[in-house]
C-alpha cells in the first residue's frame, strides 16, 4: 500500500551542487506534480505532467527541470541549488487530468541549501 | 487568479470542545474549494471539497465544512475535537483561470489539547 514514495527524505546541498529527487506512484495515475511547501506560504507548484513525456511549468519552475520516464516516476532536478531553494518539496499524483481536486501526496523531502 | 486566505496562523482547542479553522477565498466566478490536512512528517491528505450543491459538505475523519457565497469562506468544522486532529490543514481553490491549478493558503496549524 505504498501510494506516492519520494526519495531522499533529508538532504543537505551546498550552493552549485546539483541533485535529483526521485517520485514514483503504484496507483497507475496519469497526471504527477511537484510542489514546494515554505512556511507561510502554503505549496506552490512547481512542474506538471499529465503523461509520460510531458511536462508543464507551474507557479515557480524556475531553477528545477523535471523528467517523466513513464508513468510510474516523475523527478525533479535542481541543476544548480540555490540557498532560495531550501523547502520542502512534495511529489503528487491523481487519476485524470490537472483539473482533478483528489491529489494523492508523498511524505516529503526536506532540502537545505547551505 | 484565484486564490485563498487562512486568517490564522494557530488554533488552540481542548479535547472534546468544537472546533473551526477559518479560510476565506477570492474567485471570479463559482469557486472550487477544498481542505486538506497534513499530519506530522507525512505528506498531505484530502478531506474535503465544494464544488456545488449543499453548502455543508462531508469529509473524512468527522470533518466537515461550511461554504457561505455571501462571506466568501469555507470554514472547516467539527463538532468534537480528538487530540489526534492536531496537525496543520490547508485550505486550497482551483485556479480556473490558470490552468485549473490549486492555489493553496498558508496553512493553520490545529492543537487540540487533552
Known amino acids: 500500500n505504498a501510494g506516492v514514495t519520494q526519495t531522499p527524505k533529508f538532504q543537505v546541498l551546498k550552493t552549485g551542487q546539483s541533485m535529483t529527487l526521485q517520485c514514483a506512484q503504484d496507483m497507475n495515475h496519469n497526471s504527477m506534480y511537484w510542489y514546494r511547501q515554505d512556511p507561510g506560504m502554503g505549496l506552490r507548484l512547481i512542474y506538471y505532467s499529465a503523461s509520460e513525456g510531458t511536462t508543464d511549468k507551474g507557479e515557480v519552475p524556475n531553477g528545477y527541470n523535471v523528467s517523466r520516464l513513464n508513468k510510474r516516476e516523475f523527478s525533479l532536478r535542481l541543476e544548480s541549488a540555490a540557498p532560495s531553494q531550501t523547502s520542502v518539496y512534495f511529489c503528487?499524483?491523481?487519476?485524470?487530468?490537472?483539473?482533478?481536486?483528489?491529489?494523492?501526496f508523498g511524505s516529503g523531502t526536506q532540502l537545505s541549501v547551505l | 487568479a484565484q486564490s485563498v486566505a487562512q486568517p490564522e496562523d494557530q488554533v488552540n482547542v481542548a479535547e472534546g470542545n468544537p472546533l473551526t479553522v477559518k479560510c476565506t477565498y477570492s474567485v471570479s466566478g463559482n469557486p472550487y474549494l477544498f481542505w486538506y490536512v497534513q499530519y506530522p512528517n507525512r505528506g498531505l491528505q484530502f478531506l474535503l471539497k465544494y464544488i456545488t450543491g449543499d453548502n455543508l459538505v462531508k469529509g473524512s475523519y468527522g470533518f466537515e465544512a461550511e461554504f457561505n457565497k455571501s462571506q466568501t469562506s469555507f470554514h472547516l468544522k467539527k463538532p468534537s475535537a480528538l487530540v489526534s486532529d492536531s496537525a496543520l490543514y490547508f485550505c486550497?481553490?482551483?485556479?480556473?483561470?490558470?490552468?485549473?491549478?490549486?492555489?493553496f493558503g498558508a496553512g493553520t496549524r490545529l492543537t487540540v489539547k487533552p
Open positions: 486550497a481553490v482551483r485556479d480556473i483561470g490558470n490552468n485549473n491549478d490549486m492555489r
Open positions: 503528487a499524483s491523481s487519476e485524470g487530468g490537472r483539473t482533478n481536486e483528489k491529489l494523492f
